[in-house]
Structures are given as structure tokens and as C-alpha cells.
């Protein structure tokens, strides 16, 4: 039985994408599989996603982080400063120059953008020969800073675009984040070394990427009538500002790591850890604070989160191209 789960958990984590655009598509044809995915259900299974991170965090990492807190502030900055800022002028800032952007599309995209890093984004800095403790440092930093920040940089951003509940997200941060990887890290910590606690971790990855398949099935499924109704052109423009800020969050992330001199190893990471977002936490947020004001804001999060998955697989494999060459 470990081993059939194990070699599942090994596929998963390689075709990650693959399975993810397969849900998608076929719950965008389906949407009654994923109807159950929604509210609580949808943040307890965010939470397991954010355990299984927590279980893979040792005193190793932590000692990392007190042994190389410069460059996880450089990168931890950068994330929660470019992401944000590109977002808004994506958005909000094209305004000025007399394009006019869709309320929804802005909530949702400087929502995106104001989260901590991804999950995902410690396995794509594995297989582009990336550096895999920082990038879990970054990962851990921006995600114990996040029911903090995030809020704070939403209402900033966004607040007068809609009335946004920064004690509320932050507590729902707070919950679905911090308390489930400090959960991990604790557990990790008193039973780490014993076999079955191994085998555990080692067929995580495989309940990690079904947790965030089900997440995407469930906004397909929450949006799937709103998206049938606004048309192709709105789905496109989204599509397009969601690839724009993804491209230029990896672009920016691997500048600064060239302006402060890091290793090639620390550029892709941070390249990476940069342009790919917790859009899985901005999902269940955008469902759960702004379904009354602004429904449609789930959108820009659920396109993200199935394209942040994709481009950082062809990112991570062309970083090994360059290798191979």
C-alpha cells in the first residue's frame, strides 16, 4: 500500500500542472464534482496543504533563517513589495493612461499579488537546481508575516476599490496558515525521526497537490455560471493580466537577486519564490470576504492558481535546459 502511494505522490509532484489543468478543464465541463468544495470545507483543506508544508520544516530550516536573515529579508521584501505594486499598476495604474480595468479583475489580481509565497514554489526551486533552504526560508518568513501584511497591503491597495474586513482576513490568515505550519514544524520536530513518520512525509506531496486540486475544482465550480455570463473576452483579460503579472514577478524576483549579488542558485530562487503566489490562501479569501462585494474577484485568483502551477514547471525546466546545455 506505501508504495503504490508513494509512486503516486512521485507523479503528482512531477505532472503537478498537467493535473491541475485536468481538473480544471473538467470541472469547467462538470462543476457539480467540486460543489462541496466551498467556505469552511474550502479553508480546512487550505489548511491541511499549509500542515503538510509545516511537516516538512526541520530545525535545519530554522537555523537557516537565523544563519541567513539578509538575504531572506532582501527576498522576503521583494516579494511583498514587487508582486503588490505590479499588480496595482497593472490594474489601477493603466487608469491613468485611460484604460479602464473591471472591478473584479482588481480586487482579485492586488489580492494575488499581496499574498505570501506558494507551496509549489519550494519544489519548482528543487527542480531547476534552485536553492531549496532559502527558498523555504523565503516561503516561511512571508507566511508567518502574512496575517499581518497581507491585510494591511489589500486595504492599502485596494480599499477603495471595496470595503475590505482586514481584522477578519487576518484572522483567517491566521488560522488557515500560520497555526497548520507551526502545527507541521511541531510535529516534525517530536517525531521526525521515527520510520512511519517518514513514510508519512514522503507520500505528503501526493495529499498536498489533491488539496490544491480540489480547491481549483471548487472555484471552477463556484464561478462557472459568473464565468459563462461575462464571455470569452472577459476570461481572456483576465488570462492576460494574470500571465503579465506572473511574468514580471519572475523577471523583477531574479533582478534584484542579480542587483545584490546572490549565487545563480539563489537568482532562480528567488525568481521564483517572487512570481509564484499563495494563490490557493488568495482563492479562499476572495471567496470568503468578498462574495457579497465583489463576487467576481475569485476569478483573477483561480486563474492564478492554476497558471502559477504551469508557468513555474516550464520556468524550472527551462532553468534546466541551461544547465543541460
Known amino acids: 500500500m506505501y508504495s503504490i502511494l508513494y509512486k503516486v505522490s512521485q507523479w503528482l ?5 498537467h493535473f491541475i489543468i485536468a481538473i ?3 470541472t469547467y465541463f462538470i462543476p457539480e464534482l467540486f460543489t462541496w468544495v466551498h467556505g469552511t470545507t474550502q479553508s480546512a483543506i487550505l489548511g491541511f496543504i499549509m500542515l503538510t508544508m509545516g511537516l516538512t520544516l526541520t530545525m535545519q530550516d530554522m537555523r537557516v533563517l537565523a544563519a541567513r536573515p539578509w538575504d531572506i529579508l532582501i527576498g522576503t521584501c521583494a516579494q511583498f513589495s514587487l508582486m503588490p505594486l505590479i499588480a496595482w499598476s497593472l490594474t489601477v495604474g493603466v487608469g ?10 482588481i480586487v482579485g489580481i492586488i ?7 506558494g507551496v509549489s514554489s519550494n519544489i519548482m526551486s528543487y527542480l531547476c537546481r534552485g536553492d531549496v533552504a532559502f527558498s523555504v526560508g523565503m516561503t516561511t518568513v512571508s507566511t508567518l508575516l502574512a496575517p499581518v501584511v497581507t491585510p494591511l497591503l489589500v486595504l492599502w491597495l485596494a480599499g477603495e476599490q471595496v470595503e475590505v ?11 488557515v496558515t ?4 507551526a502545527a507541521g514544524f511541531f510535529a516534525n520536530l517530536f517525531w521526525g525521526k521515527r520510520e512511519d513518520f517518514k513514510k508519512a512525509q514522503q507520500v505528503m506531496p501526493a495529499f498536498s497537490v489533491l488539496g490544491l486540486a480540489c480547491i481549483v475544482g471548487g472555484v471552477v465550480a463556484a464561478v ?21 503579472h506572473n511574468s514580471l514577478g519572475y523577471l523583477t524576483g531574479y533582478s534584484v537577486g542579480k542587483l545584490f549579488h546572490f549565487s545563480t542558485a539563489k537568482n532562480r530562487t528567488i525568481s521564483i519564490e517572487v512570481g509564484m503566489q499563495n494563490a490557493g490562501l488568495a482563492t479562499v479569501l476572495a471567496s470568503t470576504f468578498f462574495a457579497v462585494t465583489c463576487p467576481l474577484a475569485v476569478i483573477p485568483c483561480a486563474v492564478s492558481c492554476a497558471w502559477h502551477s504551469i508557468s513555474g514547471t516550464i520556468l524550472a525546466s527551462w532553468f534546466r535546459s541551461r544547465d543541460n546545455k
Open 165 to 175: 474586513d482586514a481584522w477578519g482576513m487576518f484572522l483567517n490568515i491566521l488560522i
Open 24 to 26: 480544471a478543464l473538467v
Open 224 to 244: 462557472h455560471d459568473k464565468l459563462m455570463t461575462e464571455g470569452v473576452l472577459f476570461f481572456l483579460l483576465v488570462f492576460a493580466i494574470v500571465l503579465c
Open 178 to 181: 500560520l497555526i497548520p505550519v
Open 111 to 117: 489580492l494575488v499579488g499581496c499574498c505570501p509565497g
Open 13 to 17: 509532484s512531477t505532472y503537478t500542472s
Open 96 to 105: 491613468y493612461l485611460g484604460i479602464t480595468i473591471p472591478k473584479p479583475i
